[in-house]
């Protein structure tokens, strides 16, 4: 009884090459000017040759909105067999850490240098000098000689604008040295990039995803299985409208070559000028649209999964517009695993993965990142807790007490029901799946055991 996928129910850049910084109106081009333009010839042959000479680590942003897919890329290069070691710093926009749990198990398959560092809040703006100050750790440590880096992968919120992160790698002479932005990557969501894009920011707000989109040096369109041809033909026009330049490619659930990915050499520091004047200015200020909040919720103890399917539900169906995203891992009663789950408007996939550790405490974490988000979702979250107050009330709710005849459903055709008794409520053995729960466990007229999945007259009702 897992948690499936379910769905209720520009600016063309035609930046004028060469664009440099504003002359007087008057000056004629003069000697230095012939001079800066043979150093930028000198500046653009030492970057074709860069590849040979250039021993820093290379970095790889990782972005794209709320949902696109970036932690489940960040999986996929952390399981692949590509020989690098490498550093993910990896950073949430909630108090809650989600994605650390759902990467953890993948990093342990790795080398131990590879490194996972939290940071909570916006890495474009709030947490940006942490950023540094994580960057500086790991040179120290590659400078000691303790830790061999072949990348860095840093993978944002999905409500960053990218370029004050590329930024980092350009403004502090000690980043600088050590490490080289290789590349931004960004997710696309095939299924609803295109209302993100379309979305009316508050006066002074970016639209984010149009600034991921059109800083990325390689675009991946995801979860492109969602959509019909024609769509994707849309998609990609408008995209391509906002930037040209960075190759694009389909994909489904991340599924694409690390090598498209990692050590790319994407980034150009002059095209990035010409696009944004401003881009080294470290004076700007990234401004967030303040109608877009996160929510996060940890509950101790373990949840009933009836409960949490008809909360699930409901919230996707009354509130999936208005949530961008959601990801959680659930402690489940009568379940040695944990129920690991993510969800995009109205989409939503979950499963059972990975075991509760000896010692380890069972509770839930969930992440909400969307708008409208109030205290009844935690109010309603509260009543799927596994309480034995719960449990009685959910008992009570039952149609058939104990002894009561009933008729069950036990296959097709003529011979589809077969008289029984319930002989128990809320029955589990250790064969029924991960969390499941039946209401009634009956004993039919030829002697047999049986167990009523669900309390509805289609599986089980009164004798006549």
Request: proline residues 4%; contains cysteine; hydrophobic residues 40%.
């Amino acid at each position: 009884m897992k948690m499936e996928k379910t769905a209720d129910a520009t600016q063309d850049t035609s930046r004028a090459p060469n664009q440099q910084r504003q002359r007087s109106s008057e000056a004629p081009l003069s000697h230095r000017d012939n001079q800066d333009s043979a150093r930028t010839k000198i500046d653009q042959d030492s970057a074709r040759n860069m590849p040979t000479q250039d021993s820093r680590v290379p970095v790889t942003v990782l972005t794209g909105f709320l949902g696109s897919g970036k932690t489940t890329l960040l999986n996929h290069i952390l399981t692949a067999s590509h020989g690098k070691k490498l550093a993910v710093i990896e950073n949430e926009f909630g108090d809650v850490g989600i994605d650390d749990a759902l990467l953890a198990k993948n990093t342990k398959m790795q080398a131990e240098e590879e490194i996972i560092e939290m940071m909570n809040g916006c890495i474009c703006c709030t947490v940006r000098s942490d950023l540094i100050e994580v960057l500086k750790k790991l040179q120290k440590r590659v400078s000691s000689g303790k830790l061999h880096l072949d990348g860095i992968v840093i993978e944002t919120t999905g409500l960053a604008d990218p370029a004050p992160v590329a930024q980092t790698f350009f403004v502090d002479d000690d980043v600088k040295a050590f490490a080289r932005l290789d590349g931004i990557v960004t997710m696309i969501d095939a299924k609803h990039i295109e209302a993100h894009l379309d979305v009316e920011k508050p006066e002074g707000a970016e639209n984010e995803a149009v600034e991921q989109v059109a800083f990325a040096d390689r675009l991946l369109l995801n979860k492109v299985d969602l959509v019909s041809e024609a769509d994707l033909e849309r998609v990609e026009a408008r995209l391509k409208a906002i930037n040209k330049f960075a190759p694009l490619q389909r994909c489904t659930q991340a599924t694409v070559s690390v090598d498209s990915v990692l050590d790319i050499r994407g980034f150009d520091l002059k095209r990035t000028l010409e696009m944004d004047p401003e881009f080294l200015n470290t004076d700007n200020e990234h401004e967030h649209d303040t109608t877009v909040t996160s929510m996060s919720i940890v509950q101790p103890g373990d949840l009933d999964l009836d409960q949490v399917q008809a909360w699930m539900g409901d919230l996707l169906q009354n509130r999936g517009e208005e949530i961008y995203r959601m990801k959680g891992v659930l402690a489940i009663a009568h379940s040695d695993q944990k129920f690991v789950y993510q969800g995009v408007h109205m989409i939503f996939s979950g499963n059972f993965e990975g075991s509760w550790q000896p010692g380890e405490a069972r509770q839930s974490k969930l992440v909400f990142i969307g708008k409208n988000l109030d205290d009844g979702i935690k109010v309603a979250f509260e009543a799927c807790l596994a309480s034995p107050e719960n449990i009685e009330k959910k008992r009570k709710a039952l149609r058939f007490p104990i002894g009561t005849r009933v008729k069950c459903k036990v296959g097709g055709g003529r011979n589809a029901w077969a008289d029984g008794e319930v002989v128990a409520h809320l029955y589990r053995d250790e064969f029924m799946p991960p969390g499941v729960v039946a209401p009634y466990q009956c004993k039919i007229k030829d002697g047999n055991l049986i167990y009523v999945p669900e309390d509805v007259d289609t599986l089980v009702k009164k004798a006549d």
